[in-house]
């Protein structure tokens, strides 16, 4: 009887044994899993910084570029500007230059009809 019962604790006590190994063995596999999907994980997000990285600096550079363009504007309407109020001074000194001359073919005029 004694005996029996010892052989039946044996048989459960290795039952028991191939359990554990399984259970142990199942244990590896999934952290041997987590891993790999941590490793996978790791990769994706380093492609996320890198991705997010470029579109900081495309972000930048098109602030920088649209700024840049705001500033070239700027400048060329004050090159505008100082071009019209140039136009503007020599069309009046154009207009001075032939009122003048006007006047002084009236009075050449004038004088070769006071000779003659």
């Not at 359990?19 to 596999?29: L, M, R, T, V």
């Not at 070239?72 to 003048?100: G, H, P």
Request: hydrophobic share 35%.
């Amino acid at each position: 009887d004694k005996a029996n019962k010892n052989g039946e604790k044996f048989k459960q006590t290795e039952s028991l044994e191939s359990e554990c190994q399984g259970f142990s063995e199942k244990i590896q596999a999934f952290g041997t899993t987590v891993e790999t999907l941590v490793e996978i994980l790791d990769g994706e997000a380093q492609k996320i910084e890198q991705d997010k990285m470029r579109a900081i600096g495309q972000r930048n550079r098109a602030e920088m570029e649209a700024e840049a363009r705001r500033r070239k504007e700027s400048m060329m309407k004050v090159a505008i500007t100082d071009k019209t109020f140039e136009l503007e001074r020599l069309v009046f000194q154009l207009n001075s230059l032939e009122r003048a001359e006007r006047e002084q073919k009236a009075l050449i005029e004038k004088l070769s009809n006071n000779e003659t």
